[in-house]
């Protein structure tokens, strides 16, 4: 299969080295991608981080689901599992604490080892778990 890249700006920098991870308004959040529900493989290279907090997320901004978070980042590529359930057309990167670029979201099946990518996709230890709504500004309860 061949590899795509569904990131609509893939080499758009994020920086948000002065932000404080616990505080949502602090993060930065990159081009929305539209996503199907199925499985993916996002990731992006830290360039730089402000401290052991800095925080990457990816996340569904019309649904209010958080699809996965690395926390304490690490400088270069961070790698994450997403399990999309529903269709949407705003997923996007936030990044928080740290300066990031080069993103990439791809289909699963077509990260696999076997295609030359490093995710294997039957792989149940790399998955994100954390599925959680998240409130953002705008939001209507």
């Not at 080295?17 to 199907?36: A, I, R």
Request: aromatic share 8%; with cysteine; hydrophobic share 35%.
């Amino acid at each position: 299969m061949i590899r795509t890249n569904l990131c609509p700006k893939p080499a758009e920098t994020l920086d948000t080295l002065d932000g404080v991870t616990s505080d949502w308004h602090d993060f930065k959040n990159g081009s929305m991608t539209s996503l199907q529900p199925g499985q993916y493989v996002a990731s992006c290279n830290v360039t730089e981080r402000s401290g052991a907090n800095a925080v990457i997320q990816y996340w569904d901004e019309v649904n209010h689901v958080k699809f996965c978070d690395i926390h304490d980042v690490a400088t270069g590529v961070n790698v994450m599992r997403l399990d999309v359930q529903t269709a949407s057309d705003s997923c996007h990167f936030a990044v928080c604490g740290c300066k990031a670029t080069d993103f990439l979201v791809e289909r699963a099946d077509t990260y696999d080892t076997a295609v030359g990518g490093g995710f294997r996709a039957s792989s149940p230890a790399t998955r994100c778990r954390a599925h959680r709504s998240v409130r953002r500004a705008g939001d209507v309860r």
